[in-house]
């Protein structure tokens, strides 16, 4: 995609993910043409996608087609309108497995259930499989720090014997899908929330000076900006390569470059940058939900550091 | 002095007889007033906590032990500043709280502000309704141009015959909705350099021409206010200290209110750690070697708090004043509790993104002791108390400014 054809797909995506109202983002992107548009350049769009989507803080559900889309690709069609259900946590004993003929499901799903049928990560000896099949399940909004997101808590059985499998490189393969989309979201957050720290400490004023000017608070926040332009450049390189490795060091990257920046805005902004009124915490609550999607960043470093020590061997990520 | 003595068992500290005496009494109270297997006042819900803080403080004042050292013939304890980092630390340790929150600005600052600077009528009309809770006293520093420098502050206090008349805005005002009074910095003379020209004004927040509106914060509670001033009369009778000399009135009151925190910090943080410990163990992450680096780093942080708590006491009741300890005191724990909490959250997992139980009882420093483990305590505690602790009473750049320029003697910084 030439620089031309990407500012002006920025610029669409800017309307499209900052349009007010009900009307679902799968059905304002097919009026964009989304799928054209990534039949010429998928990686490209699905990056700007992300990106404008932290941005803008868009709220709206990108993620949840796409990685049904995978399962669909890889599996029966039906798992193209079955809602992914995420365990609680991809570290330790997966919540979800197969006891005596049915598998039990407490995870969080990213938008409310539609039909009567889940994919659900199930954990087994050969690694992670998914079971795509109808599910009797009770789910209530997760809440959490960002309603807004309109995450779901999700409690299901599913009966065994009912579900088709699908092997594990399709899990693999949204696990990487996930993770450098959050990445790159997260990384636009990230700068979106410097930029306005940059912008409030130039403004504000004490000791008759914009704050801006005392080192106390430029090195913070030059410091925060260093670790989000580095996160980006690996996320955007994990979406290039589609590697499930770039990808978890893109969100362990991105994850802790935006907590960070949260940090020192925060300490930037001082007592304002508390309260409800000032816009902030928006991208504060945004930031906390999606790092614990897909691995938190301090899961994700003891992930890499282990798997660094289990096979003596440091891939290279990209051209970097 | 409180005997300070390595011995074969570790750093001891005693504050001498007299003070240990009170200990041994204040202890007996508390097992009395206590009901058996008490868990902790974080161990109640919300509205049951706000409940027995009104009640608590009822009792405490009746055994004397609100307003513990004040003179007795303003209904005070009569007891020395000792005794009173005493009280406060058996009180922190028997989970109980001082008060209710607000008492943190109506007892511990206005209480003893007047005790130290106030008339003889200012002290006979308030001393005794701030130990009863009759008058509750709010705080009115801030202004929203005038944060780290406070000094800047421009709310305009005019003298009009008998009457000081005050226009302006004041802002962070905890605790501002149940306040009855507000204590506030005003500017009394423009002409006089910054700090000079302040006086320390008390205004009924019920007076004519006092707006307070609540301020909402990230976690979507409201704790802290905005005052607005329009034409506000106050008698003259009104200021504390002497006219124009309201900064030092002010800042006179580090010296009791630091030795406590020294005093109590420790036991509220060894308790948050406790609590954090047993999350680790419920969660099974205790094999994990960066979760034990982690709190065997937290650990040695509380034990270097406890003993630089010592020190700072120590030295205290030795002169009377605080040793440069205490300027570090406000840094290393408001540092160390956003490593603490982050900790907590990152222990919790995916499961952090579930909001669970009920929300802490406070919004500054820990929750209170004997507070369950749930995720909305620890999500709370992370976004809101430990981020604002760097930030509320002095920022950390504050703290390393003062520390930089009046300890290590470094150049000031360009102002």
């Known amino acids: 995609m030439d620089r031309e054809t990407e500012a002006l797909l920025r610029s669409s995506l800017r309307a499209v993910l900052s349009e007010p109202g009900e009307r679902s983002l799968e059905a304002r992107l097919a009026e964009l043409g989304w799928d054209d548009v990534v039949a010429v350049d998928g990686v490209t769009a699905r990056s700007l996608l992300f990106e404008v989507k932290g941005e803008v803080l868009s709220a709206a559900d990108a993620l949840g087609p796409m990685l049904s889309g995978i399962a669909a690709s890889e599996g029966p069609a039906q798992a193209a309108s079955a809602t992914l259900v995420l365990p609680m946590s991809l570290r330790e004993t997966p919540d979800c497995s197969v006891v005596d003929g049915s ?22 000896p050969g690694g992670v499989r998914l079971a795509i099949g109808p599910a ?37 393969a949204m696990v990487a899908t996930g993770r450098y989309a959050l990445a790159i979201e997260l990384s636009a957050i990230a700068d979106r929330v410097v930029a306005n720290a940059v912008g409030y400490t130039k403004e504000r004023h004490q000791y008759g000076r914009p704050i801006g000017s005392f080192q106390a608070l430029q090195h913070r926040l030059a410091a925060a900006h260093a670790s989000v332009v580095g996160a980006g450049n690996v996320a955007r390189e994990a979406a290039r390569s589609g590697d499930g490795w770039t990808a978890m060091v893109a969100k362990y990257l991105a994850g802790r470059a935006a907590e960070g920046a949260c940090t020192q805005a925060q300490q930037s ?45 440091v891939p290279k990520i990209g051209h970097l | 002095m409180a005997a300070a003595r390595i011995g074969g068992s570790g750093m001891q500290l005693t504050l001498g007889p007299e003070a240990e005496a009170f200990r041994a009494q204040v202890r007996t109270f508390l097992e009395r007033a206590l009901p058996t297997g008490w868990a902790g006042f974080g161990a109640l819900d919300r509205d049951e906590a706000a409940e027995f803080a009104i009640e608590w403080r009822k009792v405490l004042a009746e055994h004397g032990y609100i307003g513990l050292t004040w003179p007795k013939e303003y209904g005070g304890g009569g007891r020395s500043k000792v005794d009173q980092i005493v009280l406060s630390e058996e009180l922190v340790r028997a989970r109980v709280p001082f008060g209710i929150l607000a008492d943190t600005t109506s007892v511990k600052m206005m209480g003893n502000t007047l005790v130290r600077w106030g008339t003889e009528e200012q002290k006979r009309t ?23 420098d406070l000094a800047s502050l421009s709310l305009n206090a005019v003298r009009d015959g008998d009457e000081w008349v005050l226009n302006g805005q004041k802002i962070w005002t905890s605790s501002g909705m149940v306040g009855t009074h507000i204590f506030t910095l005003a500017r009394t003379d423009l002409d006089a350099p910054n700090n000079h020209g302040i006086s320390f004004l008390m205004v009924p927040a019920n007076a004519p021409g006092v707006d307070i509106r609540p301020i909402t914060t990230l976690t979507g509670v409201a704790e802290f206010c905005e005052v607005f001033y329009t034409d506000v009369r106050i008698p003259a009778t009104s200021v504390v200290g002497e ?45 994990d070697p960066v979760v034990r680096n982690k709190l065997a780093w937290c650990y040695s942080k509380v034990e270097i708090m406890r003993y630089l708590g010592y020190r700072i006491v120590t030295q205290y009741v030795k002169d009377g004043a605080l040793g440069p300890e205490a300027s570090i005191s406000k840094l290393y724990w408001s540092e160390y509790h956003q490593e603490a909490a982050q900790l907590a959250v990152h222990l919790l997992g995916a499961r952090a993104m579930v909001r669970e139980g009920r929300r802490p009882l406070r919004f500054f420093r820990t929750d209170e002791p004997g507070a369950p483990n749930n995720t909305n305590s620890w999500i709370d505690v992370f976004l809101l108390n430990a981020r604002a602790g760097t930030v509320y009473a002095g920022t950390s750049q504050i703290q390393r400014n003062i520390l930089g320029e009046t300890m290590l003697g470094l150049p000031r910084e360009p102002r």
């Open chain 2, 126 to 148: 308030h001393i005794p309704r701030i130990i009863s809770g009759e008058e509750i006293w709010v705080q009115g520093y801030s202004e929203p141009q005038s944060g780290s």
């Open chain 1, 269 to 313: 902004y001082g007592a304002i940058g508390f309260t409800w009124e000032h816009d902030f915490h928006r991208s504060l609550r945004r930031v906390y939900l999606l790092d614990r999607l897909f691995g938190g960043w301090r899961e994700l470093e003891v992930e890499i550091g282990e798997t660094l020590h289990r096979t003596g061997n």
């Open chain 1, 136 to 172: 009797r399940f009770g789910s209530s909004p997760l809440g959490g720090t960002d309603p807004d997101l309109g995450l779901v808590r999700v409690t299901a059985s599913m009966v065994a014997a009912e579900v088709t499998w699908i092997e594990a490189q399709a899990w693999e």
């Open chain 2, 243 to 287: 006219v124009n000399e309201g900064w030092k009135v002010a800042t006179s009151l580090l010296g009791l209110e630091r030795g406590e925190e020294a005093a109590t910090n420790p036991i509220w943080f060894r308790a948050e750690l406790d609590r954090i410990v047993a999350l680790a163990r419920e969660r099974g992450l205790t094999d």
């Open chain 1, 103 to 124: 598998i039990t499901v407490d995870g969080v799903a990213l938008q409310p259930p539609g039909v009567d049928s889940l994919i659900v990560p199930v954990a087994g």
